[in-house]
Protein backbone atom coordinates (compact mmCIF):
# COMPACT_ATOMS: atom_id res chain seq x y z
CA UNK A 1 0.00 0.00 0.00
CA UNK A 2 1.10 3.58 -0.71
CA UNK A 3 0.18 6.72 1.17
CA UNK A 4 0.14 10.31 0.39
CA UNK A 5 0.07 13.24 2.70
CA UNK A 6 -0.73 16.44 1.17
CA UNK A 7 -0.24 19.76 2.78
CA UNK A 8 -0.06 23.26 2.20
CA UNK A 9 -2.99 24.45 1.48
CA UNK A 10 -4.77 27.67 2.32
CA UNK A 11 -6.92 30.93 1.87
CA UNK A 12 -4.42 33.87 -0.68
CA UNK A 13 -5.46 36.90 -1.89
CA UNK A 14 -4.98 36.99 -5.73
CA UNK A 15 -1.67 38.18 -7.07
CA UNK A 16 -0.08 36.09 -3.88
CA UNK A 17 1.64 32.65 -3.54
CA UNK A 18 1.49 29.19 -2.15
CA UNK A 19 3.48 26.09 -1.95
CA UNK A 20 1.83 22.78 -1.96
CA UNK A 21 3.54 19.45 -1.16
CA UNK A 22 2.29 15.61 -1.58
CA UNK A 23 5.00 12.97 0.37
CA UNK A 24 4.11 9.26 -0.52
CA UNK A 25 5.24 6.45 1.83
CA UNK A 26 4.56 3.05 1.70
CA UNK A 27 5.75 -0.04 -0.38
CA UNK A 28 7.21 1.62 -2.90
CA UNK A 29 10.00 0.53 -4.99
CA UNK A 30 9.88 3.35 -7.77
CA UNK A 31 7.63 6.30 -8.73
CA UNK A 32 6.91 7.12 -12.25
CA UNK A 33 4.98 9.91 -12.62
CA UNK A 34 4.39 12.03 -9.69
CA UNK A 35 1.40 15.59 -10.56
CA UNK A 36 -1.27 17.32 -9.24
CA UNK A 37 -4.98 17.73 -10.23
CA UNK A 38 -7.57 20.03 -9.04
CA UNK A 39 -11.74 20.26 -8.57
CA UNK A 40 -13.38 23.45 -8.64
CA UNK A 41 -17.02 23.65 -7.15
CA UNK A 42 -19.13 22.01 -10.07
CA UNK A 43 -16.19 21.48 -12.15
CA UNK A 44 -14.31 18.19 -13.32
CA UNK A 45 -11.08 17.08 -11.77
CA UNK A 46 -8.46 18.80 -14.75
CA UNK A 47 -4.45 18.08 -14.62
CA UNK A 48 -2.90 20.97 -13.53
CA UNK A 49 1.09 20.10 -13.77
CA UNK A 50 2.48 16.73 -13.97
CA UNK A 51 6.28 15.56 -13.34
CA UNK A 52 8.30 12.38 -14.64
CA UNK A 53 10.74 10.48 -13.06
CA UNK A 54 13.02 12.13 -15.81
CA UNK A 55 12.22 15.39 -14.59
CA UNK A 56 10.34 16.31 -17.47
CA UNK A 57 7.02 18.38 -16.81
CA UNK A 58 4.06 19.30 -18.42
CA UNK A 59 1.48 22.21 -17.18
CA UNK A 60 -1.88 22.64 -18.08
CA UNK A 61 -2.40 26.05 -20.23
CA UNK A 62 -4.11 27.95 -17.47
CA UNK A 63 -1.34 27.56 -15.10
CA UNK A 64 1.87 27.63 -17.17
CA UNK A 65 4.56 30.59 -16.30
CA UNK A 66 2.49 31.17 -12.49
CA UNK A 67 3.08 27.36 -11.56
CA UNK A 68 6.09 25.29 -11.06
CA UNK A 69 6.18 21.39 -10.27
CA UNK A 70 8.80 19.61 -9.01
CA UNK A 71 9.77 16.36 -6.99
CA UNK A 72 12.50 15.14 -4.66
CA UNK A 73 13.33 11.58 -5.48
CA UNK A 74 14.72 10.91 -2.16
CA UNK A 75 12.32 11.90 -0.19
CA UNK A 76 9.02 10.18 -2.99
CA UNK A 77 7.73 14.46 -2.65
CA UNK A 78 6.17 16.05 -5.28
CA UNK A 79 5.90 20.15 -4.86
CA UNK A 80 3.52 22.60 -6.24
CA UNK A 81 4.91 26.30 -6.46
CA UNK A 82 1.74 28.20 -7.01
CA UNK A 83 2.60 32.25 -7.68
CA UNK A 84 0.17 35.12 -9.03
CA UNK A 85 -2.96 33.29 -7.84
CA UNK A 86 -6.03 34.30 -9.48
CA UNK A 87 -9.73 33.39 -8.25
CA UNK A 88 -10.25 31.04 -11.02
CA UNK A 89 -7.32 29.04 -9.22
CA UNK A 90 -9.54 28.02 -6.38
CA UNK A 91 -9.91 24.65 -5.86
CA UNK A 92 -9.42 21.19 -4.10
CA UNK A 93 -6.15 20.22 -4.92
CA UNK A 94 -5.19 16.47 -5.18
CA UNK A 95 -1.66 14.62 -5.41
CA UNK A 96 -1.35 11.83 -8.24
CA UNK A 97 1.95 9.16 -8.23
CA UNK A 98 2.10 6.50 -10.09
CA UNK A 99 4.02 3.96 -8.66
CA UNK A 100 5.93 1.20 -10.28
CA UNK A 101 4.01 -2.63 -9.89
CA UNK A 102 1.26 -0.83 -8.19
CA UNK A 103 -0.45 1.33 -10.32
CA UNK A 104 -1.79 5.22 -9.24
CA UNK A 105 -2.93 6.91 -6.19
CA UNK A 106 -4.63 10.06 -5.25
CA UNK A 107 -3.91 12.14 -2.17
CA UNK A 108 -7.21 13.12 0.05
CA UNK A 109 -7.27 16.48 -1.29
CA UNK A 110 -6.12 19.89 0.25
CA UNK A 111 -8.28 23.52 -0.45
CA UNK A 112 -6.76 26.36 -2.06
CA UNK A 113 -9.05 29.15 -1.91
CA UNK A 114 -8.02 32.54 -3.66
CA UNK A 115 -10.23 35.44 -2.67
CA UNK A 116 -9.69 38.97 -1.31
Known amino acids: QVQLVESGGGLVQPGGSLSLSCAAS????????MGWYRQAPGKQRELVAV???????NYADSVKGRFTISRDNAKNTVYLQMNSLKPEDTAVYYCNVLVGGLGDYWGKGTLVTVSS
Open 51 to 57: ISSGGST
Open 26 to 33: GSIFSIYA
